[in-house]
Protein backbone atom coordinates (compact mmCIF):
# COMPACT_ATOMS: atom_id res chain seq x y z
CA UNK A 1 0.00 0.00 0.00
CA UNK A 2 2.73 2.84 0.71
CA UNK A 3 4.16 2.38 -2.71
CA UNK A 4 0.48 3.50 -4.06
CA UNK A 5 1.11 6.90 -2.61
CA UNK A 6 4.63 7.74 -2.79
CA UNK A 7 6.59 9.38 -6.22
CA UNK A 8 8.49 6.25 -7.97
CA UNK A 9 12.09 7.96 -6.62
CA UNK A 10 11.17 6.90 -3.32
CA UNK A 11 11.74 3.33 -2.26
CA UNK A 12 9.52 1.30 0.07
CA UNK A 13 9.34 -2.02 2.07
CA UNK A 14 5.72 -2.66 3.94
CA UNK A 15 5.41 -6.02 6.33
CA UNK A 16 1.85 -7.14 7.50
CA UNK A 17 0.93 -9.03 10.57
CA UNK A 18 4.25 -10.11 12.50
CA UNK A 19 6.00 -11.34 8.93
CA UNK A 20 9.22 -8.88 10.66
CA UNK A 21 8.89 -8.60 13.69
CA UNK A 22 11.02 -10.82 14.70
CA UNK A 23 14.16 -9.44 12.90
CA UNK A 24 17.44 -9.08 14.01
CA UNK A 25 19.02 -5.00 15.51
CA UNK A 26 22.11 -3.82 15.75
CA UNK A 27 23.63 -3.28 19.19
CA UNK A 28 22.46 0.55 19.58
CA UNK A 29 18.88 -0.06 18.06
CA UNK A 30 18.73 -2.85 20.63
CA UNK A 31 19.69 -0.73 23.77
CA UNK A 32 16.95 1.58 22.26
CA UNK A 33 14.68 -0.25 23.02
CA UNK A 34 15.90 -3.14 25.91
CA UNK A 35 13.48 -1.16 28.18
CA UNK A 36 10.33 -1.67 25.97
CA UNK A 37 7.50 -3.60 26.52
CA UNK A 38 8.26 -6.87 23.78
CA UNK A 39 5.37 -5.04 21.91
CA UNK A 40 6.96 -2.56 21.00
CA UNK A 41 10.34 -4.10 20.89
CA UNK A 42 8.59 -6.03 18.26
CA UNK A 43 7.22 -3.11 15.91
CA UNK A 44 10.68 -1.52 16.22
CA UNK A 45 12.66 -4.64 14.90
CA UNK A 46 9.75 -4.66 11.91
CA UNK A 47 10.55 -1.47 11.10
CA UNK A 48 13.89 -0.89 11.10
CA UNK A 49 13.81 -4.42 8.85
CA UNK A 50 11.48 -2.89 6.55
CA UNK A 51 13.79 0.59 6.44
CA UNK A 52 17.08 -1.86 5.58
CA UNK A 53 15.54 -3.66 3.06
CA UNK A 54 14.00 -0.02 1.43
CA UNK A 55 18.10 0.79 1.81
CA UNK A 56 18.99 -1.82 0.26
CA UNK A 57 17.38 -0.68 -3.26
CA UNK A 58 19.50 2.19 -2.98
CA UNK A 59 22.06 0.71 -2.95
CA UNK A 60 22.92 0.71 0.69
CA UNK A 61 24.49 -1.91 2.72
CA UNK A 62 22.59 -3.15 5.98
CA UNK A 63 23.88 -1.02 8.70
CA UNK A 64 21.93 0.30 12.07
CA UNK A 65 19.17 2.85 12.06
CA UNK A 66 19.72 5.16 15.35
CA UNK A 67 17.69 7.27 17.06
CA UNK A 68 17.73 10.87 17.17
CA UNK A 69 17.98 11.47 20.81
CA UNK A 70 15.97 14.48 20.98
CA UNK A 71 12.42 13.34 19.40
CA UNK A 72 13.24 9.38 18.70
CA UNK A 73 13.15 10.28 15.00
CA UNK A 74 15.30 7.57 12.65
CA UNK A 75 18.84 8.95 11.66
CA UNK A 76 19.27 8.23 8.42
CA UNK A 77 22.74 7.21 6.29
CA UNK A 78 24.23 10.37 4.24
CA UNK A 79 22.18 11.40 1.71
CA UNK A 80 19.26 10.04 2.67
CA UNK A 81 15.46 10.82 4.09
CA UNK A 82 12.84 8.48 4.62
CA UNK A 83 10.16 7.64 7.10
CA UNK A 84 9.05 4.89 9.63
CA UNK A 85 5.62 3.75 10.45
CA UNK A 86 3.63 0.91 12.21
CA UNK A 87 0.35 0.09 13.60
CA UNK A 88 -1.36 -2.92 14.33
CA UNK A 89 -0.54 -5.68 11.87
CA UNK A 90 1.00 -3.31 9.56
CA UNK A 91 4.80 -1.77 9.35
CA UNK A 92 6.23 -0.03 6.38
CA UNK A 93 9.60 2.47 5.67
CA UNK A 94 9.90 4.78 2.51
CA UNK A 95 13.18 6.50 1.48
CA UNK A 96 14.58 8.82 -1.13
CA UNK A 97 18.12 9.99 -2.05
CA UNK A 98 18.46 13.90 -1.05
CA UNK A 99 18.97 14.63 -4.70
CA UNK A 100 15.53 13.62 -5.31
CA UNK A 101 13.37 14.32 -2.20
CA UNK A 102 14.27 16.90 0.74
CA UNK A 103 11.92 15.36 3.49
CA UNK A 104 8.90 12.90 3.47
CA UNK A 105 6.60 11.33 6.17
CA UNK A 106 4.53 8.30 5.84
CA UNK A 107 2.01 6.98 8.73
CA UNK A 108 -0.36 4.45 8.89
CA UNK A 109 -3.58 3.26 10.86
CA UNK A 110 -6.23 0.59 11.40
CA UNK A 111 -9.22 1.94 9.25
CA UNK A 112 -11.31 2.42 12.18
CA UNK A 113 -13.19 5.51 13.77
CA UNK A 114 -10.95 7.66 16.39
CA UNK A 115 -11.88 6.90 20.16
CA UNK A 116 -14.23 9.17 21.50
CA UNK A 117 -12.82 12.94 22.09
CA UNK A 118 -9.97 12.64 20.03
CA UNK A 119 -11.25 14.03 16.88
CA UNK A 120 -11.98 17.65 18.65
CA UNK A 121 -8.20 17.18 19.66
CA UNK A 122 -7.33 16.83 15.87
CA UNK A 123 -9.23 19.13 14.45
CA UNK A 124 -8.09 22.42 13.74
CA UNK A 125 -10.09 24.86 11.97
CA UNK A 126 -13.93 24.81 11.02
CA UNK A 127 -13.12 24.11 7.07
CA UNK A 128 -11.64 21.51 8.18
CA UNK A 129 -14.56 20.08 10.09
CA UNK A 130 -16.51 21.21 7.17
CA UNK A 131 -14.35 19.12 4.52
CA UNK A 132 -14.67 16.10 6.92
CA UNK A 133 -18.13 16.39 7.16
CA UNK A 134 -19.05 16.74 2.96
CA UNK A 135 -16.58 13.49 2.73
CA UNK A 136 -18.25 11.39 4.92
CA UNK A 137 -21.32 12.08 3.80
CA UNK A 138 -19.89 11.07 -0.11
CA UNK A 139 -17.47 8.12 1.18
CA UNK A 140 -19.34 7.36 4.08
CA UNK A 141 -16.92 4.12 4.20
CA UNK A 142 -13.71 5.91 4.64
CA UNK A 143 -13.10 6.96 8.70
CA UNK A 144 -11.99 10.25 7.62
CA UNK A 145 -11.29 11.00 11.28
CA UNK A 146 -9.09 8.38 11.14
CA UNK A 147 -7.44 9.94 7.89
CA UNK A 148 -7.68 12.94 9.66
CA UNK A 149 -5.61 11.65 12.26
CA UNK A 150 -2.85 9.69 10.10
CA UNK A 151 -2.07 13.11 7.49
CA UNK A 152 -1.37 15.30 10.51
CA UNK A 153 1.26 12.50 11.78
CA UNK A 154 2.84 12.84 8.65
CA UNK A 155 2.87 16.69 8.34
CA UNK A 156 4.81 16.43 11.94
CA UNK A 157 7.32 13.79 10.20
CA UNK A 158 7.83 16.15 7.13
CA UNK A 159 8.04 19.32 8.95
CA UNK A 160 10.77 18.03 11.82
CA UNK A 161 13.60 18.12 9.69
CA UNK A 162 13.22 21.84 8.36
CA UNK A 163 12.69 22.96 11.75
CA UNK A 164 13.20 20.10 14.74
CA UNK A 165 10.93 21.45 16.29
CA UNK A 166 7.30 20.08 17.38
CA UNK A 167 4.43 20.94 15.81
CA UNK A 168 1.05 20.21 16.72
CA UNK A 169 -1.97 18.96 15.75
CA UNK A 170 -3.85 22.43 16.01
CA UNK A 171 -1.22 24.11 13.79
CA UNK A 172 -2.05 22.74 10.27
CA UNK A 173 -4.63 22.01 8.84
CA UNK A 174 -5.83 19.72 6.34
CA UNK A 175 -8.15 19.45 3.79
CA UNK A 176 -8.94 16.34 1.81
CA UNK A 177 -9.79 15.53 -1.75
CA UNK A 178 -10.96 12.02 -3.66
CA UNK A 179 -9.68 10.59 -7.04
CA UNK A 180 -12.34 10.91 -9.71
CA UNK A 181 -14.34 8.11 -9.51
CA UNK A 182 -12.14 6.71 -6.54
CA UNK A 183 -13.45 5.69 -2.70
CA UNK A 184 -10.69 4.68 -1.20
CA UNK A 185 -7.59 7.26 -2.60
CA UNK A 186 -7.07 10.50 -3.21
CA UNK A 187 -4.81 13.69 -1.76
CA UNK A 188 -4.38 16.26 0.41
CA UNK A 189 -3.04 19.90 1.37
CA UNK A 190 -1.68 20.81 4.96
CA UNK A 191 -1.52 24.40 5.08
CA UNK A 192 0.42 25.71 7.97
CA UNK A 193 -1.34 28.15 10.83
CA UNK A 194 2.08 29.16 12.60
CA UNK A 195 2.25 32.81 13.55
CA UNK A 196 5.07 34.98 14.36
CA UNK A 197 9.18 33.93 13.26
CA UNK A 198 8.76 30.43 12.00
CA UNK A 199 7.19 30.50 8.98
CA UNK A 200 8.73 34.45 8.13
CA UNK A 201 12.34 32.40 8.46
CA UNK A 202 11.88 31.37 4.76
CA UNK A 203 12.65 27.72 5.41
CA UNK A 204 10.50 24.80 4.49
CA UNK A 205 7.34 24.75 2.37
CA UNK A 206 4.07 26.55 4.14
CA UNK A 207 2.46 23.99 2.32
CA UNK A 208 2.29 20.67 2.37
CA UNK A 209 0.78 18.10 -0.34
CA UNK A 210 0.02 14.27 0.07
CA UNK A 211 -1.40 11.23 -0.99
CA UNK A 212 -3.68 8.71 1.17
CA UNK A 213 -5.22 5.52 0.40
CA UNK A 214 -7.42 2.95 1.93
CA UNK A 215 -7.71 -0.74 1.68
CA UNK A 216 -7.13 -4.34 3.53
CA UNK A 217 -8.41 -2.69 6.63
CA UNK A 218 -5.64 0.38 7.07
CA UNK A 219 -4.90 3.53 6.07
CA UNK A 220 -1.56 4.72 4.86
CA UNK A 221 -0.53 8.23 4.03
CA UNK A 222 2.59 10.15 2.82
CA UNK A 223 4.37 13.73 2.31
CA UNK A 224 7.06 13.90 -0.25
CA UNK A 225 8.87 17.14 -0.59
CA UNK A 226 10.60 17.38 -4.24
CA UNK A 227 13.82 18.91 -4.13
CA UNK A 228 13.04 21.67 -6.01
CA UNK A 229 10.60 22.64 -3.18
CA UNK A 230 12.54 24.05 -0.47
CA UNK A 231 15.81 22.91 0.90
CA UNK A 232 15.97 21.79 4.88
CA UNK A 233 18.70 23.89 6.77
CA UNK A 234 22.33 22.30 7.05
Known amino acids: MIEDVVPAAVRTRAAYGAELDGAPLFPEEAAAVAKAVARRRAEYAAGRACARAALAALGHEPGPIPRDPDRGAPVWPAGVVGSITHCDGYRAAAVARTTDVHTLGIDAEPHGPL ?29 WDRLLFSAKETVYKAWYPFHRKMLGFEEAELLFTRDPGAEDRGGYTARLLIPGPLLAEGVGPDVFTGRWTVRDGFVVTAIVVPNEAAAPRS
Not at 118 to 136: D, H, I, Q, S
Open 115 to 143: PDGVLKVVTATGEETANLERLGKEAPEVH
